[in-house]
C-alpha cells in the first residue's frame, strides 16, 4: 500500500502545467512578443480545460464515484480547481498588465475611451456610428424579448437599464461580426488601438438611448463541450458522418459552466444574470485582462519588423539520413530512416506519398487521419494516388475533439476522389499515426510502414516535437496490415509480436517491460527505464513504476503535462526522476526505453501512459530495430534530460526550474544539430 502522497490528482497536476506556460509568459529571458504568445496560450488551455474537463466532473457530480488516485469526489475536485482556478487568473491578470507596461516604449497601446486625444475621441465615435452600429443586433430582456442565447466564449456587453418609470432591465449587446475588425487603430502607424467590445461598451448608452445606463461591463460564458458522441450515435446510423454533424449542433448548446464579467457590477444584476444561465456565483469571474486574449497575436504583428522581440528563424531542415535526389522508397527499402519533427522537414513523408501515387509496383495506400492541416498536402497526395488507380484507404477519426467539422469536411473531399473512407470503432477513438504502402514487386510483396508519435499536419510538424520512423520491416508491414483489416471490419487487433496495438497489447506489454527490469534490479543487473510522455495518468503503470523504482530500477521520465505520479517521495519514488520541458515548441513526441544501451528495447508510440490511450483507444507503438537510430533517439532523450534552461524538474508533485549551470537548452541545441548536419 502505497503512501496517499505518491499521488497527484490528474485535473490539478493540468493546472501545474498551465501554469508553467504562464511562467513562461512572464519570463524575462524569452523575447517580448513570444511572450504574448504564451500568454495567449495559456488562456485557451484553460478555456478548453473548463470546457472539457470541468465539463465532465460538472456532469458527474451526482454520482459518488471517487477519483482513483487520490480518492477525490467531482464536486470535491471542482472545489480545488476553482480554487486554483482563482489564483491563476490574479496571475494572468499581473502578468498580462507587465506586457502591455513594457509595449509602452515600442508605441504599442491598449486604450479606453478616456485615453484618446479629442481628435481620437471623434475618429472612434465616427467608427462606431458607421462601422460597428450597423451591424450589431442590440436586445432588451422583458416579457415578450426572452433572453437570448448566448454563443460559447463570444464576448457580449451586458447592461443595467433603467425605465422612465424607474423599472431596471437587461441590455444585451453582441460585440463580434465578421464585418468589423477586433483591433480598430487610432493611430496612423496602428500601434495605438481600442477593442471593439470597449467601443460597443462605451456607446452603450447611444445604443439604449430611451433608457438610462445604470451600470454595465462585458462578459463572456464558457460551454461545456463534454459529450458523449458514442452514446448519442446509435449502432444502426446509416450516415455516421451526417449523424456526427447533427451531434456536433448539440454540443454548441450545452450548458454554461464559468461567466466572466469585465466590470465590477451590482449584485442583483449578477444574480440576475446567474439566473438566466444557471450558474452559482462561485462560477463567477472578474479578470482585470481583456475577456479573449486572442487578439495578442495581432498585436505580435505590429512589431514583427522588429526581429529582436522574437524567438531566432528557424526552418525544419533537410534529414541528413534522407539523400533529396533518391527515391524515398529506394531508401527505405535498404535502410530505416527517422524524422524528428520540427527540426527536420516533413516533406521527406510527403514526398514518400507522392513517389508511391505514381509507383506502378505500389498496390495500395492505407492510413489513419486524426488532426490535419487546413491546405493538407497528405490529402492531396492520398487523392492522386486514388486517382491513379491505387487502393486508398483512410481511416479518418471524426472523433478527434475540435477538429470534428474539418475532419468530416476531409472525409468528403477523400470520397470524392475515390478513396475508400472508414471511420473509428465504437466506443474507441483511433488516435494511432499509422501508414502502410503496399508494393508487388514480381513475385513478391513489400511493405512500407510508417508510425509516429504526431499527427499528419504539415502546420503542426513546424511547432510540435515529434517522430516518424519508416521501415521496410517485413514482419512490422504484416502486422500493420493486420491493424488495418482489422479497423475495415471493426475488430479489435489480437495478436501481435512486433507493434504494441492497444487497447489489448500496449498497456500490458509495458507492464511486462517494467517486470523485466525489476528482474534485471533484483538479480543485480543494471536496470533502466525512460519514459518520454506527455501525461501519465495510468495507475497500473505508475504502481508498477513505484514498484521498480523501490526495486533499484533507474527511472528517468520527461512528463511535459499531466503528471498523476509525484517524485521523490522519500522511500517510494526516490528512484525516481521526472522533469516537465515548456519551451518554444510544444513536446510532444512519446518515446518508450527499457533498458541501456544497444540492447535496450525502444518504441515510438501516438500514446501516453493514460488509461484513455492504453486501454481506451487504438493507439500503435512501433519497435525501433535499427542501431544508428536508436542511438539517435537515446542521445536526444539524454540531451532532453540535461536542460537545465527550460526544464523544471517535479519534487514531491512541486516543479521547481533546475539551477542553470550548463546552459543546454534541449530544443535549441537539437534545431543546431538539424542545422550543422546540413552545414
Not at 497528405?378 to 472523433?399: D, F, Q
Amino acid at each position: 500500500m502505497q503512501k496517499k502522497d505518491v499521488y497527484d490528482n490528474r485535473e490539478l497536476s493540468w493546472m501545474k502545467f498551465n501554469q508553467r506556460v504562464l511562467e513562461e509568459a512572464e519570463d524575462p529571458k524569452n523575447p517580448l512578443c513570444e511572450r504574448f504568445s504564451f500568454l495567449s496560450i495559456f488562456q485557451s488551455n484553460l478555456d478548453e480545460f473548463i470546457m472539457v474537463r470541468v465539463g465532465a466532473l460538472t456532469a458527474g457530480q451526482k454520482s459518488d464515484i471517487r477519483e482513483n488516485k487520490t480518492n477525490m469526489t467531482c464536486t470535491e475536485q471542482l472545489e480545488r480547481i476553482a480554487k486554483k482556478e482563482k489564483e491563476l487568473l490574479l496571475y494572468k491578470d499581473t502578468v498580462y498588465r507587465k506586457l502591455m507596461d513594457e509595449l509602452v516604449k515600442f508605441g504599442v497601446a491598449e486604450l479606453h475611451f478616456k485615453d484618446l486625444t479629442d481628435k481620437e475621441k471623434a475618429f472612434i465615435r465616427d467608427y462606431f456610428e458607421n462601422e460597428i452600429n450597423p451591424f450589431i443586433s442590440p436586445q432588451v430582456v422583458g416579457k415578450r424579448q426572452p433572453f437570448p442565447f448566448l454563443r460559447n466564449k463570444v464576448i457580449y456587453a451586458v447592461v443595467e437599464l433603467q425605465t422612465r418609470s424607474g423599472s431596471s432591465k437587461t441590455g444585451i449587446i453582441p460585440c463580434s461580426s465578421p464585418v468589423f475588425k477586433r483591433m480598430i487603430p487610432v493611430s496612423e502607424d496602428k500601434k495605438r488601438f481600442m477593442l471593439a467590445e470597449e467601443v460597443i461598451l462605451h456607446f452603450a448608452g447611444d445604443i439604449f438611448d430611451q433608457y438610462t445606463v445604470k451600470s454595465k461591463s462585458l462578459i463572456r460564458i464558457l460551454r461545456s463541450a463534454e459529450i458523449d458522441i458514442d452514446e448519442m450515435l446509435s449502432d444502426d446510423e446509416h450516415d455516421y458522418r451526417k449523424a456526427m454533424e447533427a451531434v456536433l449542433k448539440t454540443r454548441s448548446r450545452l450548458s454554461p459552466l464559468r461567466i466572466e464579467f469585465s466590470r465590477t457590477m451590482k449584485d442583483s444584476i449578477i444574480r440576475r444574470m446567474c439566473s438566466f444561465l444557471t450558474l452559482s456565483k462561485q462560477q463567477v469571474h472578474q479578470p482585470e485582462a481583456p475577456l479573449d486574449l486572442s487578439f495578442l497575436f495581432d498585436v505580435e504583428d505590429l512589431l514583427r519588423s522588429d526581429r529582436s522581440l522574437f524567438y531566432k528563424r528557424r526552418v525544419p531542415q533537410q534529414p541528413a539520413m534522407i539523400n533529396r535526389t533518391e527515391s524515398i522508397i529506394e531508401q527505405v527499402r535498404r535502410k530505416d530512416l527517422l524524422l524528428s519533427y520540427p527540426y527536420e522537414s516533413m516533406r521527406p513523408f510527403i514526398r514518400l506519398l507522392n513517389e508511391a501515387a505514381i509507383n506502378p509496383d505500389v498496390v495500395s495506400i492505407k492510413m489513419t487521419l486524426y488532426r490535419l492541416a487546413n491546405n493538407s498536402k497528405i490529402v492531396e497526395a492520398l487523392s492522386e494516388a486514388s486517382e491513379n488507380g491505387k487502393e486508398v484507404v483512410v481511416l479518418v477519426e471524426l472523433r478527434a475533439r475540435f477538429d470534428e467539422e474539418n475532419n468530416i469536411k476531409w472525409s468528403r473531399q477523400l470520397e470524392e476522389s475515390g478513396c475508400r473512407v472508414i471511420y473509428g470503432l465504437n466506443r474507441l477513438k483511433v488516435h494511432s499515426k499509422l501508414c502502410l504502402i503496399t508494393q508487388k514487386r514480381g513475385d513478391k510483396t513489400e511493405y512500407i510502414t510508417q508510425a509516429g508519435t504526431g499527427n499528419y499536419n504539415e502546420k503542426t510538424a513546424t511547432l510540435y516535437t515529434d517522430y516518424a520512423l519508416i521501415t521496410s520491416s517485413f514482419e512490422i508491414g504484416k502486422e500493420a496490415a493486420n491493424v488495418f483489416d482489422c479497423l475495415a471490419m471493426g475488430k479489435i487487433v489480437d495478436k501481435v509480436h512486433h507493434l504494441l496495438v492497444a487497447p489489448n497489447h500496449l498497456q500490458n506489454t509495458v507492464l511486462e517491460f517494467i517486470d523485466r527490469e525489476i528482474e534485471k534490479a533484483q538479480g543485480g543487473k543494471e536496470a533502466y527505464i525512460g519514459i518520454k510522455i506527455n501525461s501519465l495518468t495510468d495507475k497500473k503503470i505508475i504502481d508498477r513504476l513505484i514498484k521498480a523504482g523501490k526495486a533499484g530500477v533507474q527511472i528517468q521520465m520527461i512528463v511535459r503535462g499531466i503528471c498523476c505520479l509525484n517524485a521523490g517521495v522519500e522511500g517510494e519514488t526516490d528512484n525516481i526522476e521526472i522533469i516537465s520541458i515548456v519551451g518554444r515548441f510544444l513536446e510532444h513526441s512519446r518515446v518508450y526505453i527499457f533498458g541501456k544501451g544497444e540492447d535496450a528495447d525502444i518504441y515510438l508510440s501516438s500514446a501516453d501512459y493514460m488509461t484513455r490511450n492504453t486501454i481506451k483507444r487504438v493507439e500503435v507503438a512501433i519497435p525501433v530495430y535499427d542501431k544508428d537510430i536508436k542511438k539517435r533517439l537515446l542521445d536526444d532523450f539524454y540531451m532532453y534530460f540535461s536542460d537545465d534552461v527550460k526544464a523544471r524538474k517535479q519534487i514531491c508533485g512541486t516543479y521547481v526550474r533546475t539551477k542553470e549551470e550548463s546552459g543546454v537548452n534541449a530544443q535549441e541545441a537539437l534545431y543546431e544539430q538539424a542545422y550543422g548536419q546540413n552545414g
